[in-house]
Protein backbone atom coordinates (compact mmCIF):
# COMPACT_ATOMS: atom_id res chain seq x y z
CA UNK A 1 0.00 0.00 0.00
CA UNK A 2 1.74 3.46 -0.74
CA UNK A 3 1.42 6.62 1.53
CA UNK A 4 -0.80 8.32 -0.63
CA UNK A 5 -4.24 5.89 -0.80
CA UNK A 6 -6.95 6.29 0.88
CA UNK A 7 -7.90 4.13 3.91
CA UNK A 8 -11.49 4.35 2.82
CA UNK A 9 -12.18 1.57 0.39
CA UNK A 10 -10.73 -0.72 2.83
CA UNK A 11 -12.70 0.26 5.45
CA UNK A 12 -15.69 -0.54 3.09
CA UNK A 13 -15.16 -3.83 2.50
CA UNK A 14 -14.01 -4.20 5.80
CA UNK A 15 -17.22 -3.25 7.15
CA UNK A 16 -19.13 -5.55 4.44
CA UNK A 17 -17.15 -8.48 5.70
CA UNK A 18 -18.20 -7.78 9.19
CA UNK A 19 -21.65 -7.66 8.11
CA UNK A 20 -21.57 -11.20 7.23
CA UNK A 21 -20.02 -12.64 10.15
CA UNK A 22 -22.93 -14.67 11.76
CA UNK A 23 -21.78 -14.63 15.61
CA UNK A 24 -20.14 -11.76 17.01
CA UNK A 25 -20.24 -12.41 20.31
CA UNK A 26 -21.82 -11.29 23.90
CA UNK A 27 -21.54 -7.95 25.62
CA UNK A 28 -19.84 -7.83 28.66
CA UNK A 29 -22.60 -9.01 31.38
CA UNK A 30 -20.64 -8.01 34.63
CA UNK A 31 -20.98 -4.00 34.25
CA UNK A 32 -24.98 -4.03 34.16
CA UNK A 33 -24.33 -0.77 32.07
CA UNK A 34 -22.93 -2.67 28.74
CA UNK A 35 -24.60 -5.37 29.10
CA UNK A 36 -27.76 -4.69 26.84
CA UNK A 37 -25.40 -3.29 23.87
CA UNK A 38 -26.24 -5.09 20.67
CA UNK A 39 -23.24 -7.07 19.31
CA UNK A 40 -23.96 -6.19 15.79
CA UNK A 41 -23.50 -2.09 16.38
CA UNK A 42 -19.98 -1.53 14.44
CA UNK A 43 -17.30 1.28 13.56
CA UNK A 44 -14.10 1.43 12.67
CA UNK A 45 -11.82 4.55 12.12
CA UNK A 46 -8.58 5.27 10.73
CA UNK A 47 -6.34 8.47 11.71
CA UNK A 48 -3.15 9.32 10.32
CA UNK A 49 -0.41 11.09 12.09
CA UNK A 50 -1.31 14.00 10.43
CA UNK A 51 -5.12 13.78 11.72
CA UNK A 52 -6.99 12.76 8.56
CA UNK A 53 -9.48 10.39 9.77
CA UNK A 54 -11.44 7.74 7.73
CA UNK A 55 -14.47 5.86 9.07
CA UNK A 56 -17.09 3.40 8.39
CA UNK A 57 -20.38 2.30 10.36
CA UNK A 58 -20.62 3.95 13.89
CA UNK A 59 -17.29 5.63 13.78
CA UNK A 60 -18.53 8.63 15.37
CA UNK A 61 -20.79 6.95 17.80
CA UNK A 62 -19.40 6.79 21.61
CA UNK A 63 -18.91 3.97 24.20
CA UNK A 64 -17.57 3.35 26.76
CA UNK A 65 -14.01 3.09 26.23
CA UNK A 66 -13.11 0.74 29.69
CA UNK A 67 -9.37 -0.73 29.47
CA UNK A 68 -8.43 1.32 26.22
CA UNK A 69 -7.90 4.27 28.69
CA UNK A 70 -5.60 2.22 30.39
CA UNK A 71 -2.58 2.63 27.18
CA UNK A 72 -3.19 6.91 27.92
CA UNK A 73 -3.23 6.60 31.99
CA UNK A 74 0.49 4.47 31.27
CA UNK A 75 1.31 7.29 28.75
CA UNK A 76 0.53 9.78 31.49
CA UNK A 77 2.11 8.37 34.05
CA UNK A 78 5.60 6.98 32.65
CA UNK A 79 6.14 10.47 31.07
CA UNK A 80 6.05 12.05 34.48
CA UNK A 81 7.78 9.31 36.35
CA UNK A 82 9.60 7.31 33.58
CA UNK A 83 11.02 4.16 34.48
CA UNK A 84 10.63 4.31 38.41
CA UNK A 85 7.18 3.35 37.52
CA UNK A 86 8.70 -0.01 36.44
CA UNK A 87 9.45 -1.42 40.43
CA UNK A 88 5.64 -1.21 41.01
CA UNK A 89 4.58 -2.71 37.60
CA UNK A 90 6.18 -5.19 35.72
CA UNK A 91 5.38 -5.66 31.80
CA UNK A 92 5.02 -9.46 30.95
CA UNK A 93 2.16 -10.98 30.18
CA UNK A 94 0.06 -12.33 32.92
CA UNK A 95 -1.39 -15.51 31.24
CA UNK A 96 -4.50 -15.08 33.58
CA UNK A 97 -7.60 -13.20 33.04
CA UNK A 98 -7.45 -9.17 33.50
CA UNK A 99 -9.09 -9.32 37.18
CA UNK A 100 -7.29 -12.25 38.41
CA UNK A 101 -6.07 -11.87 42.00
CA UNK A 102 -3.80 -15.41 42.20
CA UNK A 103 -0.47 -14.03 40.44
CA UNK A 104 -0.87 -11.24 43.01
CA UNK A 105 -0.18 -12.72 46.17
CA UNK A 106 3.23 -15.10 45.12
CA UNK A 107 4.23 -11.97 43.44
CA UNK A 108 4.65 -9.89 46.36
CA UNK A 109 1.90 -7.18 45.64
CA UNK A 110 3.32 -6.00 42.13
CA UNK A 111 1.03 -6.76 39.56
CA UNK A 112 2.05 -8.44 36.17
CA UNK A 113 1.47 -6.01 33.63
CA UNK A 114 0.03 -2.43 33.48
CA UNK A 115 -3.08 -3.10 31.48
CA UNK A 116 -4.67 -6.29 33.67
CA UNK A 117 -6.80 -4.57 36.66
CA UNK A 118 -4.29 -4.74 39.25
CA UNK A 119 -1.76 -2.97 37.42
CA UNK A 120 -3.96 -0.12 35.98
CA UNK A 121 -4.92 0.05 39.49
CA UNK A 122 -1.23 1.20 40.08
CA UNK A 123 -0.68 3.29 37.31
CA UNK A 124 -3.79 5.49 37.99
CA UNK A 125 -2.52 5.62 41.81
CA UNK A 126 0.47 6.78 40.52
CA UNK A 127 -0.66 9.74 38.12
CA UNK A 128 -3.05 10.77 40.93
CA UNK A 129 -0.94 11.09 43.43
CA UNK A 130 1.07 12.74 40.94
CA UNK A 131 -1.28 15.11 39.55
CA UNK A 132 -4.23 14.72 42.33
CA UNK A 133 -6.69 14.19 39.68
CA UNK A 134 -6.27 11.05 37.44
CA UNK A 135 -9.21 10.84 35.69
CA UNK A 136 -9.44 14.47 34.67
CA UNK A 137 -5.67 14.50 33.28
CA UNK A 138 -6.80 11.48 31.21
CA UNK A 139 -10.41 13.41 30.01
CA UNK A 140 -8.13 16.74 29.64
CA UNK A 141 -5.61 14.21 27.52
CA UNK A 142 -8.30 12.73 25.55
CA UNK A 143 -10.48 15.69 24.57
CA UNK A 144 -6.50 17.69 23.59
CA UNK A 145 -5.49 14.93 21.25
CA UNK A 146 -9.16 14.29 19.68
CA UNK A 147 -10.21 17.68 19.21
CA UNK A 148 -13.24 16.79 21.02
CA UNK A 149 -13.71 18.71 24.09
CA UNK A 150 -17.71 17.44 24.31
CA UNK A 151 -15.70 13.74 25.64
CA UNK A 152 -17.01 13.20 29.18
CA UNK A 153 -17.21 10.45 31.75
CA UNK A 154 -20.28 8.36 31.71
CA UNK A 155 -21.18 8.55 35.50
CA UNK A 156 -24.08 6.35 34.86
CA UNK A 157 -21.35 3.64 33.99
CA UNK A 158 -19.14 4.52 36.46
CA UNK A 159 -21.80 3.89 38.90
CA UNK A 160 -22.48 0.77 38.11
CA UNK A 161 -18.81 -0.32 38.24
CA UNK A 162 -19.13 0.85 41.84
CA UNK A 163 -21.95 -1.14 42.81
CA UNK A 164 -20.26 -4.48 40.95
CA UNK A 165 -16.73 -3.75 42.06
CA UNK A 166 -15.78 -6.13 44.69
CA UNK A 167 -13.37 -7.64 42.69
CA UNK A 168 -11.34 -4.18 41.97
CA UNK A 169 -11.53 -3.17 45.32
CA UNK A 170 -9.65 -6.48 46.85
CA UNK A 171 -7.39 -5.80 44.17
CA UNK A 172 -6.75 -2.28 45.47
CA UNK A 173 -6.89 -3.54 49.36
CA UNK A 174 -4.48 -6.06 48.54
CA UNK A 175 -1.98 -4.59 46.89
CA UNK A 176 -1.97 -1.70 49.59
CA UNK A 177 -1.66 -4.13 51.97
CA UNK A 178 1.94 -4.43 50.35
CA UNK A 179 2.44 -1.20 50.20
CA UNK A 180 1.75 -0.75 46.70
CA UNK A 181 -1.57 1.57 46.60
CA UNK A 182 -0.88 5.15 48.33
CA UNK A 183 -4.03 6.33 47.66
CA UNK A 184 -7.04 5.25 50.26
CA UNK A 185 -8.80 2.83 47.87
CA UNK A 186 -12.09 4.22 47.91
CA UNK A 187 -10.36 7.29 46.23
CA UNK A 188 -8.68 5.13 43.84
CA UNK A 189 -11.73 3.19 42.99
CA UNK A 190 -13.76 6.32 42.30
CA UNK A 191 -10.80 7.26 40.13
CA UNK A 192 -10.70 4.19 38.12
CA UNK A 193 -14.44 3.43 37.52
CA UNK A 194 -14.45 7.20 36.14
CA UNK A 195 -11.29 6.76 34.23
CA UNK A 196 -13.02 3.35 32.55
CA UNK A 197 -15.93 5.03 31.87
CA UNK A 198 -15.06 7.92 29.30
CA UNK A 199 -17.09 7.37 26.35
CA UNK A 200 -15.32 7.89 23.02
CA UNK A 201 -15.87 7.28 19.33
CA UNK A 202 -14.09 5.47 17.36
CA UNK A 203 -12.28 8.46 15.59
CA UNK A 204 -11.78 10.32 18.99
CA UNK A 205 -9.65 7.21 20.28
CA UNK A 206 -8.45 6.71 16.91
CA UNK A 207 -7.28 10.73 16.82
CA UNK A 208 -5.97 10.28 20.91
CA UNK A 209 -3.72 7.24 19.99
CA UNK A 210 -2.02 9.16 17.29
CA UNK A 211 0.99 9.64 19.92
CA UNK A 212 2.06 5.97 19.59
CA UNK A 213 2.41 6.53 15.94
CA UNK A 214 4.16 9.56 15.59
CA UNK A 215 7.24 7.99 18.09
CA UNK A 216 5.68 10.04 21.48
CA UNK A 217 4.82 13.34 19.61
CA UNK A 218 1.63 15.18 20.61
CA UNK A 219 -0.82 16.36 18.01
CA UNK A 220 0.10 19.67 18.42
CA UNK A 221 3.75 18.78 17.96
CA UNK A 222 5.19 18.55 21.58
CA UNK A 223 6.81 15.44 22.88
CA UNK A 224 4.80 12.90 25.55
CA UNK A 225 7.04 10.38 25.51
CA UNK A 226 10.56 9.78 24.25
CA UNK A 227 10.59 7.79 21.06
CA UNK A 228 12.08 4.75 23.28
CA UNK A 229 9.12 5.34 25.84
CA UNK A 230 6.66 5.10 22.83
CA UNK A 231 8.34 2.03 21.76
CA UNK A 232 7.88 0.53 25.56
CA UNK A 233 4.30 1.04 24.90
CA UNK A 234 3.61 0.14 21.75
CA UNK A 235 5.45 -3.51 23.17
CA UNK A 236 3.57 -3.82 25.83
CA UNK A 237 0.08 -3.51 24.19
CA UNK A 238 1.65 -6.17 21.97
CA UNK A 239 2.48 -8.77 24.30
CA UNK A 240 -0.45 -7.62 26.92
CA UNK A 241 -3.07 -5.17 25.69
CA UNK A 242 -5.57 -7.86 24.96
CA UNK A 243 -5.80 -9.54 28.09
CA UNK A 244 -4.87 -13.65 27.81
CA UNK A 245 -5.11 -13.76 24.20
CA UNK A 246 -2.43 -11.69 23.04
CA UNK A 247 -0.80 -14.06 21.73
CA UNK A 248 -3.74 -15.03 19.46
CA UNK A 249 -4.11 -11.15 18.62
CA UNK A 250 -0.49 -10.82 17.80
CA UNK A 251 -0.74 -14.07 15.57
CA UNK A 252 -3.96 -12.52 13.80
CA UNK A 253 -3.59 -8.72 13.89
CA UNK A 254 0.29 -8.39 13.83
CA UNK A 255 -0.14 -4.71 15.59
CA UNK A 256 -0.08 -3.54 19.04
CA UNK A 257 -3.34 -3.26 20.18
CA UNK A 258 -5.30 -2.68 23.51
CA UNK A 259 -9.24 -3.88 23.77
CA UNK A 260 -11.89 -3.28 26.45
CA UNK A 261 -14.88 -4.75 27.95
CA UNK A 262 -17.04 -2.24 26.21
CA UNK A 263 -15.85 -3.68 23.08
CA UNK A 264 -13.55 -0.91 21.78
CA UNK A 265 -10.19 -1.60 20.36
CA UNK A 266 -6.93 0.54 19.60
CA UNK A 267 -4.55 -0.49 17.78
CA UNK A 268 -1.29 0.65 16.02
CA UNK A 269 0.80 1.06 12.98
CA UNK A 270 4.01 2.72 14.42
CA UNK A 271 5.13 5.85 11.57
CA UNK A 272 2.02 5.05 9.58
CA UNK A 273 -1.41 5.11 11.23
CA UNK A 274 -3.48 4.43 13.92
CA UNK A 275 -7.10 2.18 14.26
CA UNK A 276 -9.65 1.97 16.47
CA UNK A 277 -12.75 -0.60 16.14
CA UNK A 278 -16.29 -0.84 18.18
CA UNK A 279 -18.09 -4.21 18.52
CA UNK A 280 -19.68 -4.93 21.85
CA UNK A 281 -20.03 -8.83 21.37
CA UNK A 282 -16.98 -10.30 23.11
CA UNK A 283 -15.49 -13.71 23.35
CA UNK A 284 -14.84 -15.39 26.30
CA UNK A 285 -11.38 -13.78 26.70
CA UNK A 286 -12.94 -10.58 26.86
CA UNK A 287 -11.97 -8.82 23.10
CA UNK A 288 -14.93 -7.49 20.15
CA UNK A 289 -15.20 -10.56 17.99
CA UNK A 290 -16.02 -8.15 15.42
CA UNK A 291 -13.29 -5.99 16.01
CA UNK A 292 -10.48 -8.27 16.22
CA UNK A 293 -11.98 -9.79 12.82
CA UNK A 294 -11.63 -6.24 10.99
CA UNK A 295 -8.10 -5.59 12.11
CA UNK A 296 -7.60 -9.28 11.17
CA UNK A 297 -8.64 -7.76 7.54
CA UNK A 298 -7.18 -4.63 7.63
CA UNK A 299 -3.75 -5.99 8.06
CA UNK A 300 -4.25 -8.38 5.41
CA UNK A 301 -5.64 -6.41 2.87
CA UNK A 302 -3.25 -3.48 3.43
CA UNK A 303 -0.40 -5.58 4.65
CA UNK A 304 0.61 -2.71 7.03
CA UNK A 305 1.70 -4.43 10.03
CA UNK A 306 4.97 -4.28 12.47
CA UNK A 307 6.33 -8.24 10.86
N1 LIG B 1 -13.71 -1.21 34.22
C1 LIG B 1 -13.53 -2.58 33.84
C2 LIG B 1 -13.10 -3.38 35.06
O1 LIG B 1 -12.38 -2.88 35.86
C3 LIG B 1 -12.49 -2.59 32.81
C4 LIG B 1 -12.25 -3.94 32.31
C5 LIG B 1 -11.77 -3.96 30.91
O2 LIG B 1 -12.22 -3.22 30.04
O3 LIG B 1 -10.88 -4.79 30.70
O4 LIG B 1 -13.49 -4.50 35.24
Same mark, same amino acid.
Given at each position: ?5 T ?8 ? #????R ?9 Y??A ?7 R??? &? ?11 ? #?? @??? !??A ?5 ? !?????D??? #?? /?????H ?5 S ?19 P ?9 ? /? ?14 TF???E ?12 ? &?S #????? /? @?N???A ?19 ? !? ?6 A ?13 R???RA ?8 S?A ?10 G ?25 A?V ?5 L ?17 A ?12 ? !?
Amino acid at each position: MTSSMTFQPVLERIA #EDIGRMPDRGRPAGYIPALAACDPARFGM &AVAEPDGTVYGVG #EW @RTP !FSAQSVTKV !FTLALDLAR #EG /DALWEHVGREPSGNPFNSLVQLEYEGGIPRNPFINAGALVVT /DRLHTRTGDAAAELLTFLRTESGNPGLAFDLDVA &AS #EDAHG /D @RNAALAHFMASYGNIASPVPVLLDQY !FRQCSVAASCADLALATGFLARHGVRADGSRLLSRSQAKQVNAVMLTCGTYDAAGDFAYRVGLPGKSGVGGGIIAVVPGRCTLCVWGPGLDERGNSVSGVAALDRFTTLTGLSV !F
